[in-house]
Structure formats: C-alpha cells, structure tokens
Nanobody, 128 residues
Framework: QVQLVESGGGLVQPGDSLRLSCAAS????????MGWFRQAPRKEREFVAA????????EYADSVKGRFTISRDSAKNTVYLQMNSLKPEDTAVYYC?????????????????????WGQGTQVTVSS
C-alpha cells in the first residue's frame, strides 16, 4: 500500500521556522517528482515547492521563494520542507504529493492533478 505521511506541522509565531517531513512507503519514490502544496480555508490548493530526482532540481512558488527549501533523502524515501521566516499568510494545511513521471517542468510540477499520490496533510498555523 502506497502511503505518504506528513509530519512537523504546528502553531508558531510570525518569523519562526518549521520543518515538515513526508515519509513515503509502499514503493520506491527515488525517481518521482515530489511536491508540496497547501490549502488555506476557503482557498484553492496551491503549489508550494517541488523537487526532481535529477540533480535534485527544485521549483518554488514566488510567495515562498527565499524562505522555504525543499529537499529529499532518497535513501529514507523522505522529502522535507524547511520553512523559515513564516508569515500569517503561510497558514494552511500542507500536503505532500508524488508524481510517478520523472518529467520535471515548471508547468507540470505546479499542476496538482499531475500527482499520483497524496498525503493526508499537516496543519501549519502562524499566529501571534
């Protein structure tokens, strides 16, 4: 059974940091494109970041560029999202996703329905 399990969310103050983890199991994900999306209340799910398997190429949403860093440990089948300088507008449920296609393009990684597997999400709340 394929599973993606996110962890690391929580309640933090503006300016704080959090690191989200996504543990994948059930198959090898080393050649998948892995992505993070988020969804705030009453808003659509939006792309946050993605990482490919060739040279760990990355892509970020403009809203998080310079503050968030995505990385992967293929040996552990785990993807991370380091979030620094958090803002109240970062408050959302964060989802990890895997795209079985190794194709990495700026358009494809931003398209939520390109992903084949999803985690259950982890809540991140940034509030003073």
């Amino acid at each position: 059974q394929v599973q993606l399990v996110e962890s690391g969310g929580g309640l933090v103050q503006p300016g704080d940091s959090l690191r989200l983890s996504c543990a994948a199991s059930g198959r090898t994900f080393s050649r998948d494109v892995m992505g993070w999306f988020r969804q705030a209340p009453r808003k659509e799910r939006e792309f946050v970041a993605a990482i490919g398997w060739v040279n760990s190429i990355t892509e970020y949403a403009d809203s998080v560029k310079g503050r968030f860093t995505i990385s992967r440990d293929s040996a552990k089948n785990t993807v991370y999202l380091q979030m620094n300088s958090l803002k109240p507008e970062d408050t959302a449920v964060y989802y990890c996703a895997a795209d079985r296609s190794p194709t990495f393009s700026g358009v494809r990684v931003r398209t939520w329905d390109a992903y084949d597997y999803w985690g259950q999400g982890t809540q991140v709340t940034v509030s003073s």
